[in-house]
Protein backbone atom coordinates (compact mmCIF):
# COMPACT_ATOMS: atom_id res chain seq x y z
CA UNK A 1 0.00 0.00 0.00
CA UNK A 2 1.36 3.53 -0.85
CA UNK A 3 0.29 6.42 1.19
CA UNK A 4 2.83 9.08 1.10
CA UNK A 5 3.53 12.30 0.08
CA UNK A 6 6.73 13.97 -1.41
CA UNK A 7 8.24 17.24 -0.26
CA UNK A 8 7.41 19.45 -3.73
CA UNK A 9 3.91 18.33 -4.23
CA UNK A 10 2.90 14.54 -4.51
CA UNK A 11 0.40 11.93 -4.64
CA UNK A 12 -1.71 10.20 -2.22
CA UNK A 13 -3.05 6.91 -2.55
CA UNK A 14 -5.43 5.32 -0.57
CA UNK A 15 -5.73 1.39 -1.23
CA UNK A 16 -9.59 1.36 -0.27
CA UNK A 17 -12.10 3.88 -0.89
CA UNK A 18 -12.42 6.58 1.70
CA UNK A 19 -14.68 9.61 0.79
CA UNK A 20 -12.49 11.96 -1.29
CA UNK A 21 -12.98 14.95 -0.18
CA UNK A 22 -13.28 13.89 3.75
CA UNK A 23 -10.06 12.29 2.83
CA UNK A 24 -8.32 15.31 1.19
CA UNK A 25 -10.17 17.94 3.73
CA UNK A 26 -8.43 15.82 6.56
CA UNK A 27 -5.07 15.86 5.21
CA UNK A 28 -4.68 19.40 4.30
CA UNK A 29 -6.88 20.93 7.39
CA UNK A 30 -3.94 18.44 9.43
CA UNK A 31 -1.05 19.47 8.00
CA UNK A 32 -0.34 23.18 9.27
CA UNK A 33 0.75 25.77 7.07
CA UNK A 34 0.05 24.04 3.79
CA UNK A 35 -0.97 26.47 1.77
CA UNK A 36 -0.93 24.03 -1.82
CA UNK A 37 -3.80 23.03 -3.54
CA UNK A 38 -4.90 19.91 -4.83
CA UNK A 39 -4.71 20.13 -8.75
CA UNK A 40 -6.89 16.35 -9.57
CA UNK A 41 -8.49 13.99 -7.83
CA UNK A 42 -8.90 10.54 -9.54
CA UNK A 43 -10.43 7.49 -9.04
CA UNK A 44 -8.13 4.34 -10.10
CA UNK A 45 -10.18 1.37 -9.82
CA UNK A 46 -9.97 0.80 -6.01
CA UNK A 47 -7.84 3.67 -5.18
CA UNK A 48 -8.57 7.30 -4.17
CA UNK A 49 -5.83 9.21 -5.69
CA UNK A 50 -5.48 12.77 -4.36
CA UNK A 51 -2.33 15.15 -6.28
CA UNK A 52 -1.85 18.07 -4.74
CA UNK A 53 0.50 21.26 -5.66
CA UNK A 54 3.42 22.64 -3.39
CA UNK A 55 2.54 25.78 -1.19
CA UNK A 56 3.92 28.88 -3.40
CA UNK A 57 5.98 29.83 -0.58
CA UNK A 58 8.06 26.42 -0.30
CA UNK A 59 11.65 27.09 -1.39
CA UNK A 60 12.59 24.88 -3.98
CA UNK A 61 14.57 21.62 -3.77
CA UNK A 62 14.79 18.30 -5.20
CA UNK A 63 11.66 15.86 -4.47
CA UNK A 64 11.99 13.05 -1.79
CA UNK A 65 9.73 10.63 -0.19
CA UNK A 66 9.47 11.83 3.53
CA UNK A 67 6.84 9.54 4.95
CA UNK A 68 5.41 6.03 4.31
CA UNK A 69 2.54 4.46 6.17
CA UNK A 70 4.42 1.33 5.13
CA UNK A 71 7.24 2.44 7.46
CA UNK A 72 5.86 1.28 10.77
CA UNK A 73 4.11 -1.14 9.23
CA UNK A 74 6.94 -4.04 7.82
CA UNK A 75 5.97 -6.42 5.41
CA UNK A 76 5.86 -10.20 6.98
CA UNK A 77 9.74 -11.00 8.46
CA UNK A 78 11.56 -12.97 5.84
CA UNK A 79 11.44 -16.64 6.67
CA UNK A 80 7.82 -16.52 7.84
CA UNK A 81 5.45 -18.20 5.00
CA UNK A 82 2.39 -16.71 3.57
CA UNK A 83 -0.39 -19.44 5.10
CA UNK A 84 -2.43 -20.90 2.15
CA UNK A 85 -5.95 -19.32 1.43
CA UNK A 86 -8.69 -21.65 1.90
CA UNK A 87 -12.06 -21.73 0.27
CA UNK A 88 -13.56 -20.60 -3.39
CA UNK A 89 -10.87 -19.71 -5.70
CA UNK A 90 -13.04 -16.57 -6.99
CA UNK A 91 -10.24 -13.71 -5.67
CA UNK A 92 -13.53 -11.26 -5.49
CA UNK A 93 -14.96 -13.04 -2.48
CA UNK A 94 -14.09 -11.79 0.90
CA UNK A 95 -10.97 -13.04 2.71
CA UNK A 96 -11.28 -13.69 6.50
CA UNK A 97 -7.89 -14.10 8.29
CA UNK A 98 -8.36 -15.65 11.59
CA UNK A 99 -5.17 -15.30 14.44
CA UNK A 100 -4.67 -17.73 17.34
CA UNK A 101 -3.13 -15.95 19.67
CA UNK A 102 0.04 -16.64 20.92
CA UNK A 103 2.45 -19.98 20.21
CA UNK A 104 5.23 -21.88 20.60
CA UNK A 105 7.64 -20.55 23.78
CA UNK A 106 4.39 -18.12 24.49
CA UNK A 107 1.92 -20.67 26.09
CA UNK A 108 -0.75 -17.01 26.89
CA UNK A 109 -2.65 -17.25 30.00
CA UNK A 110 -2.54 -20.78 31.97
CA UNK A 111 -5.43 -21.99 34.06
CA UNK A 112 -4.11 -22.48 37.72
CA UNK A 113 -6.33 -25.87 38.42
CA UNK A 114 -5.60 -27.63 35.10
CA UNK A 115 -2.88 -26.54 33.02
CA UNK A 116 -4.63 -25.32 29.92
CA UNK A 117 -2.60 -22.97 28.04
CA UNK A 118 -4.50 -20.03 25.90
CA UNK A 119 -2.27 -20.66 23.24
CA UNK A 120 -3.62 -24.67 22.44
CA UNK A 121 -7.59 -23.25 23.04
CA UNK A 122 -7.01 -20.38 20.57
CA UNK A 123 -5.52 -22.58 17.79
CA UNK A 124 -8.64 -25.17 18.20
CA UNK A 125 -10.89 -21.98 18.13
CA UNK A 126 -9.38 -21.03 14.84
CA UNK A 127 -9.06 -24.21 13.44
CA UNK A 128 -12.86 -24.69 13.92
CA UNK A 129 -14.20 -21.02 13.08
CA UNK A 130 -11.95 -22.01 9.30
CA UNK A 131 -14.08 -24.93 9.09
CA UNK A 132 -17.49 -23.22 9.93
CA UNK A 133 -16.56 -20.43 7.35
CA UNK A 134 -15.24 -23.04 4.53
CA UNK A 135 -18.71 -24.77 4.89
CA UNK A 136 -20.72 -21.74 3.68
CA UNK A 137 -18.36 -21.33 0.37
CA UNK A 138 -19.04 -17.61 0.37
CA UNK A 139 -15.61 -16.63 1.55
CA UNK A 140 -12.29 -17.36 2.02
CA UNK A 141 -9.93 -18.00 5.03
CA UNK A 142 -6.45 -18.26 6.26
CA UNK A 143 -5.01 -19.01 9.52
CA UNK A 144 -2.22 -16.91 10.53
CA UNK A 145 -0.79 -19.93 11.92
CA UNK A 146 -2.18 -23.69 11.79
CA UNK A 147 0.42 -25.26 14.34
CA UNK A 148 2.14 -24.56 17.64
CA UNK A 149 4.57 -21.91 16.25
CA UNK A 150 5.97 -17.92 17.42
CA UNK A 151 5.05 -15.06 15.49
CA UNK A 152 5.28 -11.47 16.46
CA UNK A 153 2.38 -9.47 16.35
CA UNK A 154 3.51 -7.40 13.26
CA UNK A 155 4.30 -10.45 11.68
CA UNK A 156 -0.25 -11.65 12.16
CA UNK A 157 -1.65 -8.27 11.23
CA UNK A 158 1.09 -8.10 8.14
CA UNK A 159 0.15 -11.79 6.89
CA UNK A 160 -3.60 -10.20 6.88
CA UNK A 161 -1.74 -7.17 4.97
CA UNK A 162 0.13 -8.78 2.39
CA UNK A 163 -2.83 -11.51 1.67
CA UNK A 164 -4.64 -8.32 1.25
CA UNK A 165 -7.78 -9.33 3.84
CA UNK A 166 -10.99 -7.89 3.90
CA UNK A 167 -11.22 -8.95 7.88
CA UNK A 168 -8.55 -9.95 10.84
CA UNK A 169 -9.68 -11.61 13.94
CA UNK A 170 -7.21 -12.47 16.37
CA UNK A 171 -8.62 -14.87 18.77
CA UNK A 172 -7.99 -15.02 22.79
CA UNK A 173 -8.88 -16.64 26.09
CA UNK A 174 -8.46 -13.82 28.82
CA UNK A 175 -7.45 -14.63 32.52
CA UNK A 176 -7.91 -12.49 35.54
CA UNK A 177 -6.87 -12.74 40.04
CA UNK A 178 -10.68 -13.11 40.13
CA UNK A 179 -11.64 -16.55 39.19
CA UNK A 180 -14.84 -15.94 38.64
CA UNK A 181 -14.44 -13.31 35.70
CA UNK A 182 -16.42 -15.01 32.89
CA UNK A 183 -17.38 -14.35 29.69
CA UNK A 184 -16.74 -13.12 25.97
CA UNK A 185 -15.66 -9.40 25.27
CA UNK A 186 -14.35 -8.12 21.54
CA UNK A 187 -12.10 -5.52 21.40
CA UNK A 188 -11.38 -2.80 18.77
CA UNK A 189 -7.97 -0.14 17.96
CA UNK A 190 -8.32 2.91 20.57
CA UNK A 191 -4.95 4.93 21.51
CA UNK A 192 -7.13 5.33 25.23
CA UNK A 193 -8.53 2.00 26.18
CA UNK A 194 -12.06 2.27 27.37
CA UNK A 195 -11.47 0.83 31.49
CA UNK A 196 -8.93 -0.19 33.50
CA UNK A 197 -9.28 -3.97 32.50
CA UNK A 198 -8.67 -2.84 28.31
CA UNK A 199 -5.95 -1.13 29.62
CA UNK A 200 -4.34 -4.22 31.52
CA UNK A 201 -5.38 -6.75 28.64
CA UNK A 202 -3.06 -3.93 26.18
CA UNK A 203 -0.08 -3.73 28.58
CA UNK A 204 0.08 -7.67 28.78
CA UNK A 205 -0.21 -8.32 25.09
CA UNK A 206 1.67 -5.85 24.00
CA UNK A 207 4.91 -7.01 25.87
CA UNK A 208 4.27 -10.74 23.80
CA UNK A 209 6.86 -9.57 21.68
CA UNK A 210 9.56 -8.67 23.98
CA UNK A 211 11.32 -11.61 25.65
CA UNK A 212 14.52 -11.47 27.73
CA UNK A 213 14.25 -7.48 27.07
CA UNK A 214 14.79 -8.06 23.38
CA UNK A 215 11.93 -6.30 20.96
CA UNK A 216 11.66 -9.19 18.60
CA UNK A 217 8.83 -6.49 16.72
CA UNK A 218 11.97 -4.57 15.39
CA UNK A 219 9.98 -1.47 14.36
CA UNK A 220 11.49 1.46 13.25
CA UNK A 221 11.32 4.67 12.17
CA UNK A 222 8.58 7.45 12.75
CA UNK A 223 4.95 8.43 11.16
CA UNK A 224 3.27 11.23 11.49
CA UNK A 225 -0.12 10.53 13.68
CA UNK A 226 -1.86 12.71 10.33
CA UNK A 227 -1.32 9.67 7.83
CA UNK A 228 -2.13 6.72 10.42
CA UNK A 229 -5.03 8.80 10.98
CA UNK A 230 -6.07 8.92 7.45
CA UNK A 231 -5.54 5.29 6.98
CA UNK A 232 -7.68 3.70 10.39
CA UNK A 233 -10.98 6.19 10.24
CA UNK A 234 -12.56 3.86 7.91
CA UNK A 235 -11.18 0.71 8.85
CA UNK A 236 -11.82 1.42 12.65
CA UNK A 237 -15.42 2.02 12.09
CA UNK A 238 -16.06 -0.41 10.03
CA UNK A 239 -13.93 -2.80 13.52
CA UNK A 240 -16.40 -1.11 15.57
CA UNK A 241 -19.16 -2.05 13.31
CA UNK A 242 -18.31 -5.74 13.24
CA UNK A 243 -17.42 -5.77 17.08
CA UNK A 244 -21.49 -4.91 17.60
CA UNK A 245 -22.41 -7.57 15.06
CA UNK A 246 -19.94 -10.04 16.67
CA UNK A 247 -21.73 -9.73 20.08
CA UNK A 248 -25.26 -9.86 18.59
CA UNK A 249 -24.78 -12.90 16.27
CA UNK A 250 -22.53 -15.20 18.42
CA UNK A 251 -24.75 -14.13 21.89
CA UNK A 252 -27.05 -17.10 21.50
CA UNK A 253 -23.73 -19.78 21.33
CA UNK A 254 -21.20 -17.75 23.38
CA UNK A 255 -21.92 -16.17 26.72
CA UNK A 256 -20.40 -12.34 27.06
CA UNK A 257 -19.67 -10.23 29.65
CA UNK A 258 -21.98 -7.21 30.37
CA UNK A 259 -19.98 -4.35 28.51
CA UNK A 260 -18.76 -6.89 25.91
CA UNK A 261 -17.51 -4.58 23.51
CA UNK A 262 -13.80 -2.68 24.20
CA UNK A 263 -11.94 -0.27 23.08
CA UNK A 264 -7.51 -1.04 23.77
CA UNK A 265 -4.36 0.21 22.08
CA UNK A 266 -3.64 -3.00 20.87
CA UNK A 267 -0.54 -3.95 18.99
CA UNK A 268 -2.39 -7.00 16.79
CA UNK A 269 -5.29 -4.80 15.74
CA UNK A 270 -2.82 -1.92 14.39
CA UNK A 271 -2.79 -2.74 10.40
CA UNK A 272 -4.37 0.87 8.95
CA UNK A 273 -6.05 -0.75 6.16
CA UNK A 274 -7.60 -3.78 7.48
CA UNK A 275 -10.68 -3.69 9.61
CA UNK A 276 -9.90 -6.00 12.90
CA UNK A 277 -10.85 -6.89 16.14
CA UNK A 278 -9.57 -8.91 18.85
CA UNK A 279 -12.01 -11.65 20.06
CA UNK A 280 -11.26 -12.84 23.85
CA UNK A 281 -13.47 -15.60 23.74
CA UNK A 282 -13.95 -15.89 27.61
CA UNK A 283 -11.33 -16.54 30.42
CA UNK A 284 -9.01 -19.26 30.84
CA UNK A 285 -8.92 -18.58 34.45
CA UNK A 286 -12.70 -19.57 35.23
CA UNK A 287 -13.60 -23.10 35.53
CA UNK A 288 -16.78 -22.89 33.61
CA UNK A 289 -15.05 -20.96 30.69
CA UNK A 290 -11.67 -22.80 30.75
CA UNK A 291 -14.31 -26.07 30.37
CA UNK A 292 -16.23 -24.05 27.48
CA UNK A 293 -13.40 -23.02 25.42
CA UNK A 294 -11.85 -26.35 25.94
CA UNK A 295 -14.89 -28.81 24.71
CA UNK A 296 -15.61 -29.28 20.69
CA UNK A 297 -18.93 -28.53 21.67
CA UNK A 298 -17.64 -24.85 23.03
CA UNK A 299 -15.29 -24.48 19.86
CA UNK A 300 -18.16 -25.18 17.67
CA UNK A 301 -20.68 -22.80 19.33
CA UNK A 302 -17.99 -20.02 18.98
CA UNK A 303 -17.39 -21.53 15.15
CA UNK A 304 -21.24 -20.56 14.82
CA UNK A 305 -21.61 -17.10 16.58
CA UNK A 306 -18.41 -16.33 14.30
CA UNK A 307 -19.41 -17.64 11.33
CA UNK A 308 -23.05 -16.15 11.35
CA UNK A 309 -21.11 -12.08 12.31
CA UNK A 310 -19.14 -12.73 9.08
CA UNK A 311 -22.05 -13.47 7.02
CA UNK A 312 -24.03 -10.40 7.86
CA UNK A 313 -21.43 -8.31 7.89
CA UNK A 314 -20.49 -9.40 3.86
CA UNK A 315 -24.06 -9.29 3.08
CA UNK A 316 -24.04 -5.85 4.00
CA UNK A 317 -21.55 -4.95 2.36
CA UNK A 318 -22.64 -6.33 -0.32
CA UNK A 319 -25.92 -4.67 -0.38
CA UNK A 320 -24.69 -0.96 0.21
CA UNK A 321 -22.22 -1.83 -3.10
CA UNK A 322 -25.37 -2.51 -5.00
CA UNK A 323 -27.48 0.16 -3.53
CA UNK A 324 -29.48 -1.74 -1.29
CA UNK A 325 -30.26 -0.59 2.16
CA UNK A 326 -27.62 -1.70 4.39
CA UNK A 327 -27.51 -1.19 8.38
Known sequence: MKFGWTAMGGTLHKRRML???????AFFAATPGHAGGISAVILDGDQVIVRFDA????????ARRVHSITVPIPPVARGVTLPPVEGPRDASRP???????HGGHDPGAINRENGEREKDVTLAIAQAIRDQLLKSGRVRVALTRDDDRFLVLQERYGIARKLNADLFISIHADSADNDM???????????????????RLAARENKVDVLNGVNLGGQSGDVSSILID???????NISVNFARLLQREAAPYVPFRGAAHRFASLMVLKAPDTPS??????????TADAAFLASKEGQANIAKGVARAVEVHFARKLAMRGGGAGG
Open 230 to 236: LTQRESM
Open 181 to 199: ARGATVYTLSETASDREAA
Open 55 to 62: PANMAPRP
Open 277 to 286: VLFETGYISN
Open 19 to 25: PTVALAS
Open 95 to 101: LVVIDAG
